[in-house]
């Protein structure tokens, strides 16, 4: 791994430690990630609850962004954070770890869909259209044409062991297509 992106990797983890104790102490408004550093570009991962597969999407793209040495770092929202019982799906977790890919290359604690998050983004995807189509379209219909949407099911329709290698693939397609434009 070239020495920018073992750089870049530390620095995301150096900061998502230190931001954990402050998360957690501001549940109700927690700070959110600041942007990338210059020349790194960012991907969105939209779901539900920023609780399973929007942060699954996150860390899968992270790791593997580093490892092929992508100037590119994915974070991730939820349209609907309140709907999640913690800040992590236990699912997500296990997920990570059969894989051998840090839990930290995810935010500590889910968070709300902003404009903000949207102008930043170079890529913005929503993990299933079906579920944020309508939300999208009430809260940001400026963003409607700016947003990808993957068809990738919510635990109520797939179990974990479906869903999650699904998406995982979906992350190596495009990882595979920003390789090619790169």
């Known amino acids: 791994m070239g020495e920018n992106m ?19 102490r501001q549940a109700d408004h927690p700070e959110p990630l ?19 597969r929007s942060r699954f999407a996150e860390a899968i793209f992270n790791h593997h962004a580093i490892e092929a040495e992508l100037p590119w770092r ?9 709907l999640a019982p913690s800040d992590l ?14 839990s930290r290359l995810t935010a500590p604690t889910r968070l709300r869909l902003e404009e903000e998050d949207l102008q930043r983004a170079v890529r913005r995807i929503a993990l299933k259209q079906a579920e944020h189509e309508a939300y999208v379209k009430k809260h940001f219909s400026a963003w409607q044409s700016e947003i990808e949407y993957w068809h990738i099911h919510d635990i109520d329709v797939a179990p974990p062991d479906e869903a999650l290698p699904q998406l995982e693939q979906a992350v190596l397609r495009l990882i595979r297509e920003i390789q090619r434009t790169e």
């Open 74 to 82: 994915a974070f991730s929202r939820g349209v609907a954070v309140h």
């Open 34 to 52: 600041p942007p990338a550093p210059e020349g790194v570009k960012e991907v969105l991962f939209i779901c539900t609850g920023n609780y399973y």
């Open 6 to 24: 073992e750089a870049l990797r530390e620095a995301l983890l150096r900061l998502w430690d230190q931001g954990k104790s402050r998360w957690k």
């Open 89 to 102: 799906s236990p699912y997500t977790r296990a997920a990570l770890e059969a894989r051998g890919i840090d």
